[in-house]
């Protein structure tokens, strides 16, 4: 059964960083893809970015420059490092990975207010 755990969100002030990660377990296949996805209250759910086995990337223009995924495929770990947090990231982060379905997290809050 593929479990995906996410940890390190919380509450940071404006200007501030936060790293999330998610470690994917029980698969007998590889995670192809892994990423991010957010919900803000009263919002759609929207990629933040997304990362393959070899590596490459794909982000949200709006947040390119200020967040950086990156993965451990030997841990099957994906990351998100938020620097110069805005109080409009503050959503409810989900990691994703892609097997040969599309697996989610249980969702991290961030929070960002002074």
């Known amino acids: 059964q593929v479990q995906l755990v996410e940890s390190g969100g919380g509450l940071v002030q404006p200007g501030g960083s936060l790293r999330l990660s998610c470690a994917a377990s029980?698969?007998?296949?590889?995670?192809?893809?892994m990423g991010w996805y957010r919900q803000a209250p009263g919002a759609q759910r929207e990629l933040v970015a997304s990362i393959s086995t070899g590596g490459s990337t794909n982000y949200a223009d709006s947040l390119k420059g200020r967040f950086t995924i990156s993965r451990d495929n030997a841990t099957n770990t994906v990351y998100l490092q938020m620097n110069s947090l805005k109080p409009e990231d503050t959503a409810v982060y989900y990691c994703?990975?892609?097997?040969?379905?599309?697996?989610w997290g249980q969702g991290t809050q961030v929070t960002v207010s002074s």
């Open positions: 994703y990975a892609l097997v040969w379905r599309v697996y």
């Open positions: 029980g698969s007998s296949f590889r995670f192809n893809v």
